[in-house]
């Protein structure tokens, strides 16, 4: 397992822009795939992007070209750069980690960091 911390949180207004920031710690961090999930008040933990270790990317239909995954191999970090971002993005945005391949399954993820809030006001 990885250990995982988020930065880069915070309150933003619509259309605006935020990055998020995980820094992994622990073996084998290239052997990881990432992925970015958030959970908003009364709602599920859902898929918001991953990126396995050779790059390949993959986003949830709702990003629809407004958010950017990346992930530095070299400095164990992995971004999510948010643009043009709406009050229904508003949630608790968490960094995770897992071994294989991506997939949008929470439950299958082992490795969490504790979150990132990120507010959008309209």
């Known amino acids: 397992q990885v250990q995982l911390v988020e930065s880069g949180g915070g309150l933003v207004q619509a259309g605006g822009s935020l990055r998020l920031s995980c820094a992994a710690s622990g073996r084998d961090f290239n052997s990881h795939v990432m992925a970015w999930f958030r959970q908003a008040p009364g709602k599920e933990r859902e898929f918001v992007a991953g990126?396995?270790?050779?790059?390949?990317?993959y986003y949830a239909d709702f990003v629809e070209g407004r958010f950017t995954i990346s992930r530095d191999n070299a400095k164990n970090t992995v971004d999510l750069l948010m643009n043009s971002l709406k009050p229904e993005d508003t949630a608790v945005y968490y960094c995770?980690?897992?071994?294989?391949?991506?997939?949008?399954?929470?439950?299958?993820?082992?490795?969490w960091g504790q979150g990132t809030q990120v507010t959008v006001s309209s």
């Open positions: 990126i396995a270790w050779r790059y390949t990317t």
């Open positions: 995770a980690a897992r071994r294989e391949w991506v997939v949008s399954d929470s439950s299958e993820y082992d490795s």
